[in-house]
């Protein structure tokens, strides 16, 4: 202290300046480095789970999607007809039998072009007669619809009569096929199976593949993970039991990845057979890909997202095979992967179904967990991945999303090394700073001066450095605190400034807010043309009755916070909500020219939202939806509690129309010459309401 006390003020203020900021620097640098590091693995780990969810979220909704088709597809009187006129006829051909040359011929099929092509995709040579069907009804089909039909393998379903058979079958085959080849197409589907449920026979297949005729109990496809879900599936006692089967190397497609969904058919309370939808992995390998633009996706140079089944081998792409094939065969030969595992992805081309994933994410996603952990990958490359389960029914695959650490990490490293730099070159300077700032700071009149016009131009943010204790140090103090006093109390009211903008937004749409903002405190305004939307929960009253009425006002509650939902989802402004009534618009704050669109999709929405309900609780509510587009007023009402609402015309015939019993989406002339053939309408229709008829209104199902 004795020796400070010898130095002059500005030797005091260069040592003081040389130990405040290199420690500063040092400090900060450290601190700097680990926020960042900490902050740049978050933000990795983050967008990797992000993916993951995504595509989660995609792919159940796909699954959802052929659940939901092949529920509607077995329930339908086209499939309950096709069903009972290919099982009569299919038994009928019991006393049908082939002639020695047909029987050849059949056998010459299997020889000389099915057993040759599936060679190519097994590591065995297979058998001919562990293929080819014992039973004269199945060898009879075979022949006259595969060996005999001029089509090349997997075109046979383009022979939709066959000029051979005479028999009942025939007839019915030439007056069905059409009708299940259109929805084949439609649907995207692969196949289209019928199978017996008494004796799992399959007495009709589409794509006329070798399991066609064939018994999914005891024939040569018995097996497969199609039949075993399909024994599962012929004790189903309710119409909309469902049973989806895992993607396996399909034999009669000759070993291309499939997988299987299916359902029961029931002619009222008898079971006729089971429904079978085949599906390829290709759909599913174009959403885990980004369609194959792994780079546009953000996954880097090693990003990638895949799936594991239940025998833990991939059931998707890798992308490390797609692009660069023989690099990626090379790789796994350094892993000690099996030789029979290597022919086998040689020879088809894809790891899929084939190759092993021994992770332990992939292990936790099996088991229903999700998470990020840093793992060993099937190259044994060390990786950052995010996993979690996805599962429909009995099906569940893990979904993994992962990057290389060394590219993961590679944004950190970088990060570290301009730390250093920036740091070293900040410490060099300081030095040199502290030499001229000196002499400046011995003048702290003037500093103060500097920061008093900084302050009273905004910057809040100035500090006078404190030097000394004496009468100019005081000051400065004084003058810091009022700084930090003035910058706590800007941040107060900006942030306060944000929160009333918040709930601003939270009650009007934007386009009123902006009003109120320019000094329009009602906010009146005409829309030259939106769409509306007004729905009515009908029967809720008879639900409290039976449930009780806190019971229903949750419900109802539900009902409406899953409609709002969907509103954010379509694009579509609430407006109100006033008991079971519901009021919505689009086109209103953004300008959109398919408003009308939009809002008749809002409208099956939420149909489907308490049809949903319905069936959760055993409820018997119905919704009566009015769509109309036209010019609206909207404006606020209320001065200390307000609410916006909309009024004129084009809103007062959607309430109308709403009020109509029955679930239903009723639109105007409107709305229907602006959606063209998008929906499918009924009608024109006389709605009656409220006493008054409303001629020209259309109808969409719900």
């Not at 203020?13 to 040389?18: A, G, N, S, V």
């Not at 200390?640 to 015939?653: A, E, P, S």
């Not at 309430?655 to 989406?665: D, E, Y």
Request: charged share 25%; glycine share 8%; net charge neutral.
């Amino acid at each position: 202290m004795i020796g400070l006390n010898r130095l002059s003020i500005q030797s005091k203020m260069i040592l003081l300046l040389l130990i405040v900021s290199l420690g500063s620097i040092g400090v900060m640098a450290v601190l700097g480095y680990t926020s960042a590091k900490a902050a740049l693995t978050h933000s990795i780990e983050q967008h990797l789970n992000g993916v993951r969810v995504s595509k989660t979220t995609t792919l159940e909704a796909m699954l959802d999607s052929i659940r939901n088709q092949v529920i509607s597809m077995s329930d339908s009187r086209a499939a309950i007809e096709g069903m009972r006129s290919f099982r009569d006829a299919y038994r009928e051909l019991s006393a049908k039998s082939l002639t020695p040359s047909e029987e050849e011929q059949l056998k010459d099929f299997y020889r000389n072009d099915f057993i040759p092509k599936l060679g190519k995709s097994l590591e065995g040579q297979p058998i001919l007669e562990q293929y080819i069907s014992s039973s004269p009804t199945e060898r009879y089909l075979q022949y006259h619809y595969i060996a005999s039909n001029p089509n090349p393998y997997l075109k046979k379903h383009e022979l939709v009569s066959s000029p051979t058979d005479k028999s009942s079958y025939g007839e019915a085959h030439a007056r069905l096929h059409k009708f299940f080849s259109r929805a084949v197409t439609i649907f995207g589907f692969e196949d289209l199976m019928l199978v017996d449920a008494d004796t799992l026979e399959v007495v009709y297949a589409y794509q006329k593949t070798t399991d066609f005729a064939t018994n999914l109990a005891t024939g040569p496809y018995a097996q497969t993970n199609l039949g075993a879900r399909a024994r599962a599936l012929r004790t189903a006692r309710d119409r909309d039991d469902f049973e989806i089967a895992d993607f396996e190397d399909y034999r009669p497609t000759l070993g291309a990845p499939m997988g299987f969904a299916m359902s029961p058919i029931f002619d009222g309370s008898q079971m006729l057979g089971i429904l079978v939808l085949q599906f390829p992995i290709e759909t599913f390998n174009k959403v885990l890909t980004g369609n194959y633009k792994w780079m546009e996706e953000g996954m880097g140079r090693t990003g990638e997202v895949y799936l594991v089944g239940a025998d833990k081998t991939m059931r998707s792409r890798s992308r490390f095979m797609y692009e660069d094939p023989q690099g990626f065969l090379s790789l796994l030969k350094t892993t000690g992967i099996g030789a029979k595992t290597l022919r086998q992805i040689e020879r088809h081309g894809t790891v899929m179904n084939a190759l092993p994933v021994s992770s332990g994410s992939a292990d936790a996603a099996l088991q229903g967990r999700s998470g990020i952990q840093r793992v060993t990958d099937y190259r044994g490359k060390r990786v950052l991945s995010a996993f979690g389960p996805i599962e429909l029914d009995s099906l569940r695959w893990g979904v993994l999303a992962e990057m290389d650490e060394e590219e993961a990490n590679a944004p950190i490293y970088q990060y570290g090394k301009r730390v250093i730099v920036v740091a070293s070159a900040m410490a060099l300077a300081v030095c040199l700073l502290a030499l001229v700032c000196s002499h400046i700071l011995t003048q702290p009149l003037r500093l103060l001066t500097e920061g008093a016009a900084r302050l009273g131009a905004g910057d809040t943010e100035v500090q006078v450095p404190v030097t000394s204790r004496d009468e100019f140090g005081q000051l400065a103090r004084v003058f810091n605190a009022m700084s930090e006093s003035i910058k706590n109390q800007t941040t107060q009211l900006q942030e306060q400034v944000r929160e009333n903008q918040e709930l601003l937004l939270s009650i009007l749409p934007a386009s009123a807010v902006a009003q109120r903002q320019e000094g329009d405190e009602r906010a009146n305004r005409q829309f030259a043309d939106v769409s509306v939307l007004f729905s009515e929960i009908q029967g809720m009253e008879d639900f409290g009755g039976r449930s009780g009425e806190e019971k229903a006002l949750s419900a109802l509650g539900d009902l409406v916070a899953a409609f709002d939902e969907a509103a954010e989802k379509f694009g579509i402004e609430k407006v109100k909500t006033i008991g079971t009534s519901y009021l919505a618009v689009c086109g209103l704050s953004v300008a959109r020219p398919d408003h009308a669109r939009r809002i008749v999709l809002f409208g099956e929405e939420i149909a489907r939202i308490v049809s949903m309900f319905n069936r959760e609780h055993k409820a018997d509510l119905s919704i009566a939806v009015g769509v109309n587009s036209g010019p609206v007023v909207g404006g606020v009402v209320g001065r200390r509690k307000f609410l916006y609402d909309l009024w004129g015309n084009t809103v007062t015939i959607a309430k109308n129309l709403a009020a109509a019993k029955g679930s239903a989406i009723r639109v105007t002339a409107a709305v229907k010459e602006r959606l063209g053939d998008q929906f499918q309408f009924s009608g024109p229709l006389s709605v009656e309401v409220h006493g008054k008829p409303h001629a020209e209104v259309w109808q969409i199902a719900v």
